[in-house]
């Protein structure tokens, strides 16, 4: 069976940090991209972070780029995402996301920036 199961969303003040963690089975973790996407309130979805499966190739959003890092263990079936000076318009819920011959997605972690 597959998942992708978030952690780490919370609330945190403009400015702080927080990382997120994907961990996946189910499904051969090292062939697939993986992505974070978010979506804020009455906004669509979007994509914020991608890593390819062997780690050595990732992007990102304008609006996170030398904020987000995106990283992976393949070792743990495991993606990250380290959010660093955060914004209120950060606040989302933040999605994992797989993709190779098949597209998987987690159930999503709340990410709230506020004072």
């Known amino acids: 069976q597959v998942q992708l199961v978030e952690s780490g969303g919370g609330l945190v003040q403009p400015g702080g940090s927080l990382g997120l963690s994907c961990a996946a089975s189910g499904f051969t973790f090292s062939r697939y991209t993986m992505r974070w996407y978010r979506q804020a309130p009455g906004k669509e979805r979007e994509v914020v972070a991608a890593?390819?499966?062997?780690?050595?190739?990732?992007s990102y959003a304008d609006s996170v780029k030398d904020r987000f890092t995106i990283s992976r263990d393949n070792a743990k079936n495991t993606v990250y995402l380290q959010m660093n000076s955060l914004k209120p318009e950060d606040t989302a819920v933040y999605y994992c996301?797989?993709?190779?011959?098949?597209?998987?997605w987690g159930q999503g972690t709340q990410v709230t920036v506020s004072s």
């Open positions: 890593i390819r499966g062997n780690g050595c190739s990732t």
């Open positions: 996301n797989a993709i190779w011959v098949a597209e998987h």
